[in-house]
């Protein structure tokens, strides 16, 4: 009991430490009160989407009441919070801009739906796939760089929320999870141009029509969600005429995960349907043919003698 009482002196001495403790208690609970309904969420909700957006909601959640109840305890009146965020805002604009901007871009981030975990985009000169978003930071597994193609490079980037505000976000697989690629055939001049057409074009067909089909309805939905003209699917086939070659130009469409798989493939079953041709059609290259050595003529003085 004398202990007790001695507590209750200490802290009637000290207002200020009172005022302090109290405050770092209902922080704790606060804190508690979010773990356990974050716990709850993760036991009870199945999906793995559902159960990742709810963990970072709860997240924000918890940061906005923890300002709230920092102001207004502060304060002393919850009616003078605007004026305290005013205050507050003013004082620390310039020193944690950067913080600030990160805050407000994972909301952002969150309410527009920039981007979210699964995408494959490209921010401030980084390629990648989200593998996750918090209140500070974009965590992306990094695809490119000293790698060909589009694969991993093995390395994870953090990279702050700011940068939604900063420059454009290139989105891979939002609304619309396929991308257009090509690839371009030097074909001998002489080589059966229709024939060549005709090979080329099966090929795409058949290496392609699952894509086609696939992109055909999701095409569909941006096109009535965004001003947008529709656009061809198929596989298209270009020539041009060059000092060198006939250049064949396929453009297709593919999803934005198998691109490198997809030209390997198309490489291969066209270089074996040519092949079948017998010769009627040839992949060109860039080679020097030396049609006639021309006759030099060199003539030399006679020494003298004298």
Known sequence: METLESVKLWFND??????VFKYVVWVVILVIFLQFIRKALKKNLPNTATRYKSQKLVETI??????????????????DFTLAIGLLTAGITITLQELILSVAGSLFIFFVKVYQPGDRIEINGIKGDVIDINSMYTTMMEI????????????IVKLSNAFVFKGPVYNYSHDFPFIWDEI?????????????????????????AEYVQQSIEKWKNVVKKYYIEDA????????????????????????????R??????????????????????LASATVELVRIPMVDIKTKPKDLS
């Open 62 to 79: 918890g940061y906005f009441l923890l300002i709230v109840l920092t102001v207004s305890y502060f304060t002393g009146n919850i009616r």
């Open 184 to 208: 371009t055939l030097p074909i001998r001049y002489g080589s059966d141009v229709e024939l060549a057409k005709s090979e080329i074009s099966k090929v795409a067909q058949e290496v392609l």
């Open 232 to 259: 061809i699917v198929d596989p298209t086939l270009a020539i041009t005429l060059t000092d060198n070659w006939i250049e064949f130009n396929l453009r297709y469409i593919v999803d934005y995960k198998k691109r």
């Open 144 to 155: 490119g760089q000293w790698v060909s193609s589009d694969n991993y490079s093995g390395r």
């Open 261 to 282: 798989m997809t030209k390997h493939r198309l490489y291969e079953l066209i270089q074996k349907a040519l092949e079948a041709t017998e010769g009627k059609v040839l």
């Open 14 to 19: 000290h207002p200020t430490a009172t005022m």
